[in-house]
């Protein structure tokens, strides 16, 4: 759908009034089309089992928009020259960049990568309300495809396994076979069954309708999609696997719960094509109510657009309430300060100015690290994060302790400016309970299966060529499923550049019993061994522990996994419970 020409717009304004939204439209445009080119490979890499390929992919997308933007800013330096601060040419650009986006499919795309521009060129304005959308001013115009974004299967009388076979064929990759079709026609229909028809004697009113792309991340596809049973409606996502004998439906999900992990905010970015992003968030909307714009949009790659959703949700949250941001809860980090607004569901964490004595790290490297965890597979494992600028509320809404602190530990990024704080650089997460608060109040079960989830998502993170440096209960968040989480980055590294390493033994009897270690460990040293000071919790979880996650402790487990990633293996983590599996039949 063609943009309306800016000329038409330039009743008499200057060159530059229309000339620089045309340029920032041409930037934006081109980068739409670089991200749904690469996106769009995901399903041949997926088809020839290409997972290097795939995940080489992931990255140059993530790329592309800090990419573009840093071209665009050259040219728009370049071509407004000493006018490139005249806020009232600014407001005239607005304005006529926000006609010619009208009637954009991608107009909130399209808003936000006008903002990312305008935060390189001002930084932090008083006037930002005029200079940048703070909120949509099109999200009233819906936009819809000129045809439904989701194929429709009609369930005729009791023939679901017709509709079922000719849906996964509809599905099935160009030249590749399914490793047992009927079996997987079979199981499906047994599944849906029991789990969703079961309550229903007859069938009058049934149809499944799928969104048309797949979803692809790392070995899956998933495919997404949703049963109509006399106007109720039952989401479900089917993965899909390809193995070196063909494709097969991995589970049937229909379960909330676990949907909303396979969407979580710990898990690498889909890649799906998608030519109207506002239709199809709200038609994920309908199968994952519980998830927000802001999560969806992010799930999906428009990382950048899901911060701009996740603001504003805290915008309209504080208009809502008269709570104010508080200290978050937890033992306080030596490098980031945290804060959070109690019925917010995310925290706020900023790099305090000066660290404690025995942190070496850097502002730079802290912030590197957590760049590293958004362009990286986070194998379900660590929480994504956003990274905002010039962070301003009045200074009300923070409280007096709480302020106090943040003046103290970082005056170079926070200040009070009047009745208004304004915070240079924070990052912010998701709230979740510190793994060390949870434990306090545990039954003796919960506290064991959650202390194995910790072990397990060492191991994880490990499997994906990553070392958390502080493994301290305190660093790991517990999700609402129950799900171990890693959080605090500024100590994180790639495991291939650790050494793992045996303690050295006492040479006598004065070293061994010192409360000093005995020898000086490079920057790079590792001792697996002292582990078991900080990984075994309570003497209740104790055991259990080292039954399941005992080779933590064994330097060979590390060397092991260093040699399987130099070695090219790859391993895929399933986002959903085994229960949930369909069973292969590949003969």
């Known amino acids: 759908m063609p943009n309306p020409s800016f000329e038409s717009f330039n009743t008499g304004s200057a060159f530059l009034n229309w000339e620089v939204p045309e340029l920032?439209?041409?930037?934006?445009?081109k980068y739409i089309r670089r991200f749904r080119t690469i996106t769009n490979r995901a399903h041949n890499r997926f088809r020839n089992r290409q997972w290097p390929e795939l995940r080489d992919d992931s990255l140059s997308r993530f790329d592309l928009y800090p990419e573009s933007m840093a071209a665009l800013v050259v040219q728009v330096r370049a071509l407004m020259g000493p006018q490139l601060h005249d806020k009232d040419m600014w407001r005239e650009i607005k304005r006529n960049y926000s006609r010619a986006i009208t009637l954009s499919l991608e107009f909130e795309l399209a808003e936000t990568f006008f903002n990312s521009l305008g935060r390189r060129v001002f930084g932090d304005v008083e006037d930002r309300e005029e200079l940048m959308f703070i909120f949509s001013e099109h999200e009233h115009i819906l936009r819809r495809s000129g045809e439904p974004i989701y194929t429709t299967y009609a369930?005729?009388?009791?023939?679901?396994?017709?509709?079922?076979?000719?849906?996964?064929?509809?599905?099935?990759?160009?030249?590749?076979?399914?490793?047992?079709?009927?079996?997987?026609?079979?199981?499906?229909?047994?599944?849906?069954?029991?789990e969703v028809l079961a309550d229903y004697d007859q069938l009058p009113d049934v149809r499944i309708e799928m969104l048309k792309p797949p979803f692809y991340r790392n070995q899956a596809a998933y495919l997404i999609g949703r049963i109509y049973i006399s106007g109720i409606v039952f989401p479900f996502i089917l993965p899909m696997l390809h193995s070196?004998?063909?494709?097969?439906?991995?589970?049937?999900?229909?379960?909330?719960?676990?949907?909303?992990i396979i969407f979580s905010f710990t898990r690498s970015y889909f890649m799906v094509d998608v030519e109207i992003p506002s239709e199809f968030i709200r038609f994920l909307k309908v199968l994952l109510p519980h998830k927000s714009s802001s999560e969806l949009y992010q799930s999906i790659g428009f990382v950048k657009h899901a911060k701009s959703e996740l603001y504003r949700h805290l915008l309209r949250h504080l208009q809502k309430t008269s709570e104010r941001f508080v200290i978050a809860p937890g033992i306080k980090g030596m490098v980031m300060s945290v804060f959070t607004l109690p019925s917010f569901d995310f925290v706020f964490k900023l790099i305090k100015d000066q660290f404690a004595p025995q942190k070496t790290t850097t502002h730079a490297k802290v912030k590197e690290a957590y760049r590293l965890v958004s362009r990286h597979d986070r194998a379900g494992r660590?929480?994504?994060?956003?990274?905002?600028?010039?962070?301003?509320?009045?200074?009300?809404?923070?409280?007096?302790?709480?302020?106090?602190?943040?003046?103290?530990?970082a005056p170079s990024i926070v200040k009070l400016q009047g009745e208004t704080v304004i915070i240079k650089h924070l990052f912010t997460e998701r709230r979740m309970i510190p793994l060390n608060?949870?434990?306090?109040?545990?039954?003796?079960?919960?506290?064991?299966?959650?202390?194995?989830?910790?072990?397990?998502?060492?191991?994880?993170?490990?499997?994906?060529?990553?070392?958390?440096?502080?493994?301290?209960?305190?660093?790991f968040g517990v999700t609402r499923h129950n799900r171990v989480i890693f959080y605090d980055y500024d100590e994180i590294s790639l495991l291939t550049t650790c050494r793992f390493l045996y303690l050295p033994e006492a040479r006598h009897e004065d070293e061994e019993f010192s409360d000093e270690p005995h020898f000086a460990p490079g920057k790079d040293d590792i001792y697996p061994e002292e582990f078991r000071r900080f990984l075994l919790g309570n003497w209740q979880t104790r055991q259990a522990f080292l039954e399941k996650h005992g080779d933590l402790f064994d330097v060979h487990y590390w060397r092991r996994t260093q040699e399987s990633i130099k070695a090219g293996e790859f391993l895929t983590f399933s986002p959903y419970r085994p229960q949930y599996q369909l069973g292969r039949k590949t003969d």
Do not use: W
């Open 24 to 29: 920032i439209l041409s930037h934006f445009r």
């Open 244 to 260: 070196e004998k063909g494709v097969y439906i991995d589970a049937f999900i229909a379960d909330a719960d676990q949907m909303s």
């Open 437 to 475: 608060l949870y434990l306090l109040d545990a039954p003796a079960e919960a506290a064991q299966e959650v202390m194995l989830d910790y072990g397990q998502s060492i191991k994880d993170l490990a499997s994906v060529n990553i070392f958390p440096g502080d493994m301290l209960l305190k660093n």
């Open 382 to 409: 660590m929480v994504d994060t956003h990274e905002f600028e010039h962070f301003a509320f009045e200074k009300r809404r923070f409280e007096p302790n709480l302020l106090e602190e943040l003046l103290a530990v």
């Open 155 to 194: 369930v005729d009388g009791q023939k679901l396994e017709a509709a079922l076979r000719k849906l996964l064929l509809d599905y099935q990759p160009k030249g590749v076979p399914y490793e047992n079709l009927e079996h997987d026609v079979e199981k499906l229909a047994c599944r849906i069954r029991k």
